[in-house]
């Protein structure tokens, strides 16, 4: 189980690190689905392992970033709602 646990803990760090580097690369723009999709899965895979390992710094950090980058991911569709509910 551990090693399965740690798998995920490295992919966390992969889609974290990839994402930053995607942006600052200009490949890809922050407000993207995908780099929010990046973060949602490296976020995850960050607490996973925290989880399995009773880090509760890294828990709390790492699901603040999966909060925030589904809010991120979730922002045009909420925009959208809202510009539509103002001109009704």
């Given at each position: 189980?551990?090693?399965?646990?740690?798998?995920?803990?490295?992919?966390?760090?992969?889609?974290?690190?990839?994402?930053?580097?995607?942006?600052?690369?200009?490949?890809?723009?922050?407000?993207?689905?995908?780099?929010?999709?990046?973060?949602?899965?490296?976020?995850?895979?960050?607490?996973?392992?925290?989880?399995?390992?009773?880090?509760?710094?890294n828990i709390t950090s790492?699901?603040?970033?999966?909060?925030?980058?589904?809010?991120?991911?979730?922002?045009?569709?909420?925009?959208?709602?809202?510009?539509?509910?103002?001109?009704?």
């Amino acid at each position: 189980m551990e090693i399965i646990v740690s798998i995920f803990g490295w992919v966390g760090v992969a889609c974290c690190t990839l994402g930053f580097l995607l942006i600052n690369l200009d490949i890809i723009q922050s407000n993207s689905w995908i780099y929010q999709l990046i973060n949602i899965i490296g976020g995850l895979g960050l607490a996973v392992s925290a989880l399995y390992f009773h880090d509760m710094p890294n828990i709390t950090s790492n699901s603040i970033w999966i909060v925030i980058a589904v809010y991120g991911l979730l922002k045009p569709y909420l925009s959208k709602r809202r510009r539509i509910k103002a001109a009704a």
